[in-house]
Protein backbone atom coordinates (compact mmCIF):
# COMPACT_ATOMS: atom_id res chain seq x y z
CA UNK A 1 0.00 0.00 0.00
CA UNK A 2 3.35 1.89 0.25
CA UNK A 3 4.37 1.80 -2.82
CA UNK A 4 1.18 3.23 -4.45
CA UNK A 5 1.20 5.80 -2.56
CA UNK A 6 4.84 6.99 -3.24
CA UNK A 7 4.32 5.82 -6.94
CA UNK A 8 1.20 8.29 -7.26
CA UNK A 9 3.25 11.26 -4.98
CA UNK A 10 5.81 11.36 -7.65
CA UNK A 11 3.58 11.01 -10.71
CA UNK A 12 2.16 14.13 -9.43
CA UNK A 13 5.39 15.77 -8.13
CA UNK A 14 6.60 14.78 -11.91
CA UNK A 15 3.42 16.58 -13.37
CA UNK A 16 3.88 19.57 -11.01
CA UNK A 17 7.42 20.14 -12.53
CA UNK A 18 6.51 19.80 -16.21
CA UNK A 19 3.46 22.24 -15.26
CA UNK A 20 6.32 24.67 -14.21
CA UNK A 21 8.51 24.20 -16.85
CA UNK A 22 6.16 24.73 -19.44
CA UNK A 23 4.79 28.14 -17.99
CA UNK A 24 8.17 28.80 -17.53
CA UNK A 25 8.77 28.68 -21.37
CA UNK A 26 5.87 30.15 -22.08
CA UNK A 27 7.13 33.45 -20.28
CA UNK A 28 10.45 33.47 -22.40
CA UNK A 29 8.62 32.93 -25.80
CA UNK A 30 11.53 33.87 -28.37
CA UNK A 31 14.49 32.59 -26.22
CA UNK A 32 17.72 33.76 -24.84
CA UNK A 33 18.36 36.43 -22.45
CA UNK A 34 15.44 38.94 -21.63
CA UNK A 35 18.50 41.68 -21.34
CA UNK A 36 19.55 41.30 -24.90
CA UNK A 37 15.92 41.53 -26.13
CA UNK A 38 15.18 45.60 -27.15
CA UNK A 39 18.23 48.81 -27.81
CA UNK A 40 19.14 50.85 -25.08
CA UNK A 41 20.05 54.57 -26.04
CA UNK A 42 21.84 57.15 -24.07
CA UNK A 43 21.35 60.95 -24.97
CA UNK A 44 24.54 62.84 -25.58
CA UNK A 45 23.10 65.12 -22.50
CA UNK A 46 23.75 62.13 -20.19
CA UNK A 47 27.21 61.16 -21.20
CA UNK A 48 27.73 65.04 -20.35
CA UNK A 49 26.25 65.13 -16.99
CA UNK A 50 28.14 62.16 -15.64
CA UNK A 51 31.43 63.73 -17.34
CA UNK A 52 30.87 66.86 -15.77
CA UNK A 53 29.65 65.72 -12.64
CA UNK A 54 33.07 63.28 -12.38
CA UNK A 55 35.18 66.25 -13.78
CA UNK A 56 34.58 68.80 -10.89
CA UNK A 57 35.61 65.91 -8.09
CA UNK A 58 38.75 66.24 -9.38
CA UNK A 59 40.88 68.53 -6.82
CA UNK A 60 42.64 71.20 -8.50
CA UNK A 61 39.52 71.72 -11.18
CA UNK A 62 38.10 75.45 -10.57
CA UNK A 63 34.99 75.06 -12.69
CA UNK A 64 34.23 73.95 -16.39
CA UNK A 65 34.03 75.75 -19.39
CA UNK A 66 35.65 78.77 -20.49
CA UNK A 67 34.94 82.39 -18.78
CA UNK A 68 32.89 83.63 -21.17
CA UNK A 69 30.34 80.68 -21.40
CA UNK A 70 31.15 80.05 -17.01
CA UNK A 71 29.44 84.30 -17.25
CA UNK A 72 26.78 83.38 -20.07
CA UNK A 73 25.94 79.72 -18.40
CA UNK A 74 25.54 81.48 -15.05
CA UNK A 75 23.12 84.16 -16.10
CA UNK A 76 21.17 81.27 -18.28
CA UNK A 77 20.90 79.33 -15.39
CA UNK A 78 18.99 81.53 -13.35
CA UNK A 79 16.20 82.05 -16.15
CA UNK A 80 13.60 79.40 -15.85
CA UNK A 81 13.95 77.50 -18.85
CA UNK A 82 17.53 77.77 -19.03
CA UNK A 83 18.55 75.13 -21.90
CA UNK A 84 21.63 73.86 -20.64
CA UNK A 85 22.48 72.30 -17.21
CA UNK A 86 25.65 74.09 -15.10
CA UNK A 87 26.44 70.71 -14.52
CA UNK A 88 27.39 70.09 -18.16
CA UNK A 89 28.68 73.49 -18.84
CA UNK A 90 32.38 72.68 -20.77
CA UNK A 91 31.56 69.24 -22.24
CA UNK A 92 31.02 67.77 -25.25
CA UNK A 93 29.78 64.67 -25.74
CA UNK A 94 29.49 62.01 -28.68
CA UNK A 95 27.75 59.25 -28.05
CA UNK A 96 27.74 56.03 -30.64
CA UNK A 97 26.10 53.05 -30.09
CA UNK A 98 29.19 51.35 -27.80
CA UNK A 99 31.10 54.36 -27.29
CA UNK A 100 31.42 57.57 -26.50
CA UNK A 101 34.41 60.26 -26.84
CA UNK A 102 34.44 63.29 -24.63
CA UNK A 103 35.49 67.10 -25.04
CA UNK A 104 35.83 69.24 -21.68
CA UNK A 105 36.91 72.37 -20.90
CA UNK A 106 38.76 73.04 -17.74
CA UNK A 107 39.81 76.24 -15.61
CA UNK A 108 42.23 75.00 -13.05
CA UNK A 109 43.36 76.48 -9.28
CA UNK A 110 46.74 77.85 -9.83
CA UNK A 111 49.45 76.27 -8.01
CA UNK A 112 48.77 72.64 -9.38
CA UNK A 113 50.80 70.32 -11.87
CA UNK A 114 47.58 70.54 -15.05
CA UNK A 115 49.76 67.38 -16.38
CA UNK A 116 48.45 65.77 -12.86
CA UNK A 117 45.19 67.19 -13.04
CA UNK A 118 44.30 66.27 -16.49
CA UNK A 119 45.08 62.82 -15.71
CA UNK A 120 43.11 62.57 -12.66
CA UNK A 121 40.28 63.96 -14.92
CA UNK A 122 40.61 61.63 -17.37
CA UNK A 123 40.93 58.67 -15.15
CA UNK A 124 37.63 59.78 -13.21
CA UNK A 125 35.41 60.05 -16.23
CA UNK A 126 36.34 57.36 -17.77
CA UNK A 127 35.82 55.09 -14.68
CA UNK A 128 32.64 57.22 -14.43
CA UNK A 129 31.03 57.06 -17.56
CA UNK A 130 32.02 53.20 -18.17
CA UNK A 131 30.29 52.26 -15.55
CA UNK A 132 27.30 54.31 -15.27
CA UNK A 133 27.15 54.27 -19.08
CA UNK A 134 28.44 50.45 -20.25
CA UNK A 135 29.41 52.84 -23.11
CA UNK A 136 33.79 52.61 -24.20
CA UNK A 137 35.14 56.09 -23.57
CA UNK A 138 37.63 56.32 -26.47
CA UNK A 139 39.10 59.70 -25.35
CA UNK A 140 38.80 62.50 -23.73
CA UNK A 141 40.63 65.84 -24.63
CA UNK A 142 40.77 68.12 -22.19
CA UNK A 143 41.46 71.68 -23.13
CA UNK A 144 42.61 73.97 -19.80
CA UNK A 145 40.94 77.30 -20.96
CA UNK A 146 42.25 79.22 -17.62
CA UNK A 147 44.30 79.24 -14.48
CA UNK A 148 42.06 80.56 -11.18
CA UNK A 149 43.98 82.41 -9.28
CA UNK A 150 44.01 83.07 -5.37
CA UNK A 151 43.62 86.43 -5.42
CA UNK A 152 40.53 86.74 -8.51
CA UNK A 153 36.70 86.77 -8.03
CA UNK A 154 34.81 83.75 -9.39
CA UNK A 155 33.08 85.22 -12.73
CA UNK A 156 29.87 83.44 -11.33
CA UNK A 157 28.33 85.40 -9.27
CA UNK A 158 27.27 83.46 -5.86
CA UNK A 159 23.53 84.74 -4.88
CA UNK A 160 20.27 84.13 -6.87
CA UNK A 161 17.88 86.26 -8.92
CA UNK A 162 14.85 86.83 -7.05
Not at 130 to 156: Q, Y
Request: net charge negative; proline share 2%; hydrophobic share 40%.
Amino acid sequence: MTDTGQKSLTTEQESRNEAAVKAASATRRGGGDPATRGRTTIADGVVEKIAGLAARDVVGVHAMGGGFARTFGAVRDRVPGGSKSSVSRGVKAEVGEVQTALDLEVVVEYGVSIADVARAVRENVIAAVERMTGLEVVEVNIAVSDVKLPDEEDDEPQGRLQ
